[in-house]
T-cell receptor, first 111, second 114 residues
């Protein structure tokens, strides 16, 4: 079955700097890659997603890139703010299996 | 529109007991998925239901069961609780089962087994 690896497990950045979180997947049939943000004690919330026919997608300070050949995708957050501090999960979907999540990255933005 | 609602929010049970968790999807969503999230880990898939039929089952023992009702709400049942069942149980709804239907999560039920 699908396996999703996520790195790093923790990430600390200074306010205003950029943060990058990387994920790799194993199933070449995977075609949908969402990112979820989970603040402490709250539900995971979808922040951005990308489909396999697109290489990059941006939404204000957030962007996701996808490299299908290498089977990896990344989340980029620019101009980080304290409210960006949370746990971020990547996930992968192949159509034949349910959404498979990475183990998460705890991002801390230091003011 | 209301989001995905789950009840109860917190639950404390002892080993060997049984528990039922409930979920109401977003209006118009016909698919409900259940995930288990252990502290410090990503959500792990338990079940998916669509139009009242089971569409997928994760690697969980038969102590875990679920069902979906005609109004698309769902229940997750866990029998013979173990300490290791302590986790946040998340319900997520989507319009369908395809990749064009992103998952929207509820706030979860935090289950503690003592």
């Amino acid at each position: 079955g699908e396996n999703v690896e996520q790195h790093p497990s923790t990430l600390s950045v200074q306010e205003g700097d950029s943060a990058v979180i990387k994920c790799t997947y194993s199933d070449s049939a995977s075609n949908y890659f969402p990112w979820y943000k989970q603040e402490l004690g709250k539900r995971p919330q979808l922040i951005i997603d990308i489909r396999s026919n697109v290489g990059e997608k941006k939404d204000q300070r957030i962007a996701v890139t996808l490299n299908k050949t290498a089977k990896h995708f990344s989340l980029h957050i620019t101009e980080t703010q304290p409210e960006d501090s949370a746990v971020y999960f990547c996930a992968s979907y192949s159509g034949n299996t349910p959404l498979v999540f990475g183990k998460g990255t705890r991002l801390s933005v230091i003011a | 529109d209301a989001g995905v609602t789950q009840s109860p929010t917190h639950l404390i049970k002892t080993r060997g007991q049984q528990v039922t968790l409930r979920c109401s999807p977003i209006s118009g969503h016909k698919s409900v998925s259940w995930y288990q999230q252990v502290l410090g880990q990503g959500p792990q898939f338990i079940f998916q239901y669509y139009e009242k039929e089971e569409r997928g089952r994760g690697n969980f023992p038969d102590r875990f069961s679920a069902r979906q009702f005609p109004n698309y709400s769902s229940e997750l049942n866990v029998n013979a609780l173990l300490l290791g069942d302590s986790a946040l149980y998340l319900c997520a709804s989507s319009r369908s089962t395809g990749y064009n239907s992103p998952l929207h999560f509820g706030n979860g039920t935090r289950l503690t087994v003592t």
